[in-house]
């Protein structure tokens, strides 16, 4: 295990997980406590989260299905997190999700759509359609009041799928925190092939340049009204001692 994923274990494994965390939330308004869930929770129990499983824990099952029906046909995985946690948010209860970054590549390397296979079978298809229809949803409500949002399942597809499960949980009544966490000076990917991001100014820039071809840079920083709660992307670097 290395780069993003390993830095994120190495993150939960330190003695000063919480302090770090909140932190780098504190403008949000969001707070994590020893009382709150997170996952992963260790090398030795390292699943990348999925949001159906975290929601039927921490929440409702009903909160669990309604996800799955959203973004699927059926039989099929929601995507991963690099990181989960619950959390209070102005009083509220709402969650945090974490999609963390080692080096440039790992966003330049996402900047495609959804790729479906030729031979895809039927279910493939569907879950595909709906998963489009899913993101095309959250951008509707968004260009309400940001009309130069344009994810989609085309374009910055893992991007387009964070925000648009931001919105999801936010218009269900739950306010979340969507962080982008670049890890600084990550010498395992440092191996002549990747460009690890040097410091804060490195992080931002590689973000911002993938977030611009979606309209995502016109959300950063700023809450968005989802109907029953709100969300709000944020950029931030952090590096391991």
Same mark, same amino acid.
């Given at each position: 295990?290395?780069? &993003?994923?390993?830095?994120?274990?190495?993150?939960?494994? &330190?003695?000063?997980?919480?302090?770090?965390?909140?932190?780098?939330?504190?403008?949000?308004?969001?707070?994590?406590?020893?009382?709150?869930?997170?996952?992963?929770? &260790?090398?030795?129990?390292?699943?990348?989260?999925?949001?159906?499983?975290?929601?039927?824990?921490?929440?409702?099952?009903?909160? &669990?299905?309604?996800?799955?029906?959203?973004?699927?046909?059926? #039989?099929?995985?929601?995507?991963?997190? #690099?990181?989960?946690?619950?959390?209070?948010?102005?009083?509220?209860?709402?969650?945090?999700?974490?999609?963390?970054?080692?080096?440039?590549?790992?966003?330049?390397?996402?900047?495609?759509?959804?790729?479906?296979?030729?031979?895809?079978?039927?279910?493939?298809?569907?879950?595909?359609?709906?998963?489009?229809?899913?993101?095309?949803?959250?951008?509707?409500?968004?260009?309400?009041?940001?009309?130069?949002?344009?994810?989609?399942? #085309?374009?910055?597809?893992?991007?387009?799928?964070?925000?648009?499960?931001?919105?999801?949980?936010?218009?269900?009544?739950?306010?979340?925190?969507?962080?982008?966490?670049?890890?600084?000076?990550?010498?395992?990917?440092?191996?002549?092939?990747?460009?690890?991001?040097?410091?804060?100014? #490195?992080?931002?820039?590689?973000?911002?340049?993938?977030?611009?071809?979606?309209?995502?840079?016109?959300?950063?920083?700023?809450?968005?009204?989802?109907?029953?709660?709100?969300?709000?992307?944020?950029?931030?670097?952090?590096?391991?001692?």
């Amino acid at each position: 295990m290395k780069g &993003s994923r390993y830095s994120v274990i190495k993150l939960v494994e &330190s003695g000063h997980f919480i302090e770090k965390i909140n932190e780098l939330i504190k403008t949000t308004k969001a707070e994590i406590t020893i009382y709150d869930n997170w996952m992963p929770k &260790s090398e030795h129990y390292d699943k990348e989260a999925q949001l159906k499983d975290f929601l039927n824990y921490n929440f409702t099952p009903q909160l &669990s299905r309604d996800i799955v029906k959203w973004w699927l046909h059926k #039989d099929a995985t929601t995507p991963n997190w #690099d990181l989960i946690s619950t959390c209070t948010i102005n009083d509220k209860k709402g969650i945090l999700l974490v999609e963390a970054k080692a080096h440039w590549d790992e966003l330049d390397n996402e900047s495609h759509g959804k790729i479906l296979d030729a031979k895809a079978s039927d279910n493939s298809r569907k879950n595909h359609k709906r998963i489009g229809e899913a993101i095309e949803e959250a951008k509707i409500s968004i260009k309400k009041t940001y009309p130069q949002i344009n994810i989609s399942c #085309d374009n910055c597809y893992q991007l387009s799928n964070r925000v648009a499960h931001a919105w999801w949980l936010a218009s269900k009544g739950i306010p979340v925190v969507l962080l982008y966490l670049g890890f600084l000076d990550c010498q395992d990917m440092n191996d002549g092939k990747n460009k690890i991001f040097r410091d804060d100014e #490195d992080w931002q820039k590689c973000f911002n340049e993938h977030a611009q071809k979606v309209g995502v840079d016109k959300i950063l920083n700023n809450r968005v009204g989802c109907g029953k709660s709100n969300f709000i992307t944020i950029c931030r670097s952090f590096q391991q001692k």
